[in-house]
């Protein structure tokens, strides 16, 4: 690891280069192996004997990750939930509590409700952007802060220094789920966090063709806790997936890019036409901007607005020509969703509601198309509704 430390651009950009002993291929070879020659507990080479434990391509995907985010070590796995289920795992035990960010993506919840309660772990829905809120909800037994920043659907941002000393005073920990910023525009180890995890399906990956997910760790004790919780259980990521990441992380710097000059135009022109009646998007709130430009370089690529007639969602999803229907985000093609009937349908009819995850409410996943096609694409279909 010694050498002159790069610029991001440069470790995404090369993302896996050099992995190949045998003939030096520029790309990582995608190793299709389950086992790897081995005596007694002697693995050959690098320590590969069997891939759940160990597979050539995963460790260049994650060694990458690693780099990119500035931890210690990463560990790759089948889908972001998987990821967040070893963070779960990781920090809380019996009877601990969990406070999460309230509009959190809805199969965050599903593990905690569904799976974990019956264990014993308890858990809030928080307004995480409410630090006072996030104080009252503290306890004796509270061992982790779960934050989403942006959170997802409704974009309100979380000041992630403030809530990592706020979980640090009571000797709980700090964990980011940093999939919509990523770590070329949020870096949540430098504000305090003790854990970012992803669900690499999205930006990462970036071309809505790999399910995967990624738990980055500061240093090497953690990051040695978290590959054997992944071991223990299985989830890793497959090294077909594994080489598709690759190749997706060494466009990330540019796509990220291109999706925010797409989110902001796409969101300009929502805020000034007559049938919309409201738009999230970071920039237009006040004081989550002020709280993204300090711990974050961009605005992302998502916007969120609703319609002045809750029963033109419908029709402008089927009106759109050039932006996809479809759930999922961080892609580059353009994706339009309700929240309310999908994506996040699995929280409690009341809580989305005392959220404002109401139906007619539309998420916007800007893509990396033309900007001016995006618009205009929009524009017609807002045009046809009546
Ligand atoms: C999609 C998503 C997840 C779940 O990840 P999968 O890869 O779909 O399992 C978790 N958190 C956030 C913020 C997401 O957008």
Redesign the pocket.
């Known amino acids: 690891m010694s050498g002159p430390s790069r610029h991001l651009e440069s470790i995404l950009a090369q993302a896996g280069v050099g992995q190949d002993p045998a003939w030096g291929s520029i790309t990582t070879p995608v190793y299709q192996s389950v086992t790897f020659r081995s005596i007694g507990s002697e693995p050959r080479g690098e320590g590969y004997d069997y891939s759940r434990t160990l597979n050539p391509t995963r460790s260049a995907l994650e060694d990458t990750l690693a780099k990119a985010e500035g931890g210690a070590g990463a560990t790759a796995f089948g889908?972001?939930?998987?990821a967040?289920l070893a963070v779960f795992h990781w920090g809380l035990n019996q009877g601990d509590h969990v406070v999460l960010t309230e509009d959190l993506?809805g199969?965050?919840f599903r593990i905690l409700e569904d799976e974990l309660r019956r264990f014993g772990v308890r858990f809030d829905l928080v307004p995480t952007s409410d630090l006072q809120a996030v104080s009252r909800a503290m306890r004796a037994e509270t061992r982790m802060i779960f934050l989403?920043t942006p959170a997802?659907p409704l974009l309100q941002i979380s000041d992630i220094q403030r809530l990592a000393d706020l979980a640090h005073e009571h000797h709980a920990r700090l964990v980011v789920?940093n999939?919509?910023m990523t770590f070329v525009r949020q870096r949540p180890f430098e504000l305090g966090a003790d854990l970012v995890v992803y669900?690499?399906?999205?930006y990462l990956g970036g071309h809505n063709d790999v399910?995967?997910?990624a738990v980055i760790s500061p240093d090497s004790a953690t990051a040695e806790r978290i590959a054997a919780i992944a071991n223990t259980t299985g989830g890793v990521l497959g090294p077909w997936d594994a080489f598709l990441l690759l190749r997706g992380l060494k466009t990330l710097a540019l796509r990220m890019q291109r999706q925010e000059t797409n989110a902001h135009a796409l969101a300009e022109t929502l805020r000034s036409h007559p049938k919309v009646s409201r738009v999230y998007y970071p920039v237009f709130n006040e004081t989550g901007w002020t709280i993204q430009q300090r711990q974050a370089s961009g605005a992302g690529g998502m916007v969120s607005f609703v319609l002045k007639n809750e029963a033109w969602a419908l029709d402008l999803r089927k009106r759109l020509r050039l932006i996809i229907p479809a759930v999922?985000?961080g892609g580059t093609e353009s994706l339009i969703t309700e929240p309310y009937s999908e994506t996040h349908r699995e929280l409690p009819e009341e809580l989305r509601r005392k959220l404002g995850l109401l139906p007619g409410l539309l998420r916007l996943s800007a893509g990396i198309e033309d900007p001016q096609d995006l618009v205009e694409d929009l524009l017609q279909a807002l045009e046809g509704l009546s």
Do not use: F, P, Q, R
């Open positions: 889908s972001g939930m998987a967040i993506y199969g965050t989403e997802n789920d999939t919509l669900s690499a399906t999205k399910l995967a997910g999922s985000l």
